[in-house]
């Protein structure tokens, strides 16, 4: 009975029976399932499957030190940023763009696969290089981009609420008013928005409004704000900010206060914004004439007199025109 089972499978043959046909597709499926994971088609899922049902075998798999031909479509694969100020490349090897760029390295400490990273800065010639191989995980890294130095005093470029514009109108106390006294301050923003504005109260009689070019009269004075007072507030605002002014020094002096130098902007001795608006550089342009050349727009007119907010404005608007070249030499000194 054995005998005739053995004859029925095996045809006639005369050596052992082998199922050819078995074989050949078993053959066949192992190579196309090898090609597609090779090419990366295989999800994730897949190859952990397959690597846990048909690789339980240590090392890496038979193909994996199969060589690799080199082709265009991967030297264009790189990835390459630049910027300004740093550029960055990553070079992931072809063996292991083979398998897809996006799949995770893979565990085995016994791959040859290695990322190597370049890091060039544009403000240092020198750069630096690393390599990761699997198995000798370096500790977690932050790269951090240089940025070109800025220079001292150009504080705008970062921080406009450091910039403030003051100006002050004064009126006539004492003998005929020839001591000048604070009757109004303005201050404005880098924007030119008004941060402040009162009338302030002077401490001693008023004897000359000087209304043709304080544009105060008696009324607004009535009840305006004591000096002292006003004082603590104004300077409490100017405190630590660099302030811009046309003959600053004079609204200042109606404070009877010193503000650092090197947080003073004087508009009125800048020779290159007499220069750009073709004044003799020695000359000490009026803040009228400065405005009227470079922005043709008349100020400080009518039989009303000066309104404070409008210098103030006019003054940023002036330092604003050489607010670069200035800082930068203010820097460079």
């Known amino acids: 009975m054995s005998d005739m089972m053995f004859n029925l499978g095996c045809s006639g043959s005369s050596g052992p029976c082998k199922d050819s046909s078995g074989s050949n597709k078993h053959k066949a499926f192992i190579d196309r399932r090898r090609l597609l994971e090779k090419k990366g088609y295989l999800n994730k899922k897949q190859n952990q499957h397959n690597h846990r049902q048909g690789n339980k075998h240590q090392g890496p798999p038979p193909w994996a030190n199969r060589p690799h031909q080199p082709n265009a479509a991967h030297n264009k694969s790189s990835a390459h940023t630049q910027n300004t100020h740093s550029k960055s490349s990553y070079h992931i090897p072809s063996s292991e763009h083979a398998r ?29 290089t690393s390599t990761i191989t699997p198995g000798h995980q370096p500790p977690p890294t932050r790269t951090v981009a240089h940025c070109a130095p800025i ?60 209304t043709r070019w304080s544009g105060i009269s008696w009324h607004q004075l009535v009840k305006a704000m004591p000096y002292q007072h006003a004082r603590k507030e104004i300077l409490k605002i100017l405190s630590g900010k660099v ?12 404070l ?27 000359d000490v342009a009026s803040l009228k004439r400065l405005t009227k050349a470079l922005f043709n727009r008349n ?27 200035w800082e930068r030499t203010l820097a460079s000194k």
């Open 256 to 282: 009877s206060y010193s503000h650092p130098a090197v947080l003073t902007r004087d508009t009125s001795r800048i020779p290159l914004l007499n220069q750009k608006a073709g004044f003799p550089e020695k």
């Open 100 to 128: 897809g760029a996006t799949s995770k390295p893979a565990s085995s400490t016994s791959s040859s696969t290695s990322l190597t990273i370049t890091v060039k800065n544009s403000t240092n010639p020198e750069q630096s």
């Open 299 to 325: 100020i400080q007119t009518g039989k009303k007199g000066h309104s404070s907010v409008e210098d103030a404005k006019a003054t940023m608007e002036l330092y604003k025109v050489v607010e670069v070249e």
């Open 151 to 210: 220079p001292r005093g150009s504080a705008p470029f970062c921080n406009p609420l450091k910039y403030l514009a003051m100006d002050c109108e004064m009126v006539g106390t004492g003998p005929k008013g020839r001591n000048s006294e604070l009757a109004r301050c303005s201050i404005v923003s880098y924007d030119g928005d008004v941060v402040y504005d009162r009338y302030i109260k002077p401490t001693n009689a008023v004897t000359d409004y000087r």
């Open 243 to 254: 302030v811009v002014g046309h003959a600053v020094h004079n609204d200042f002096k109606s």
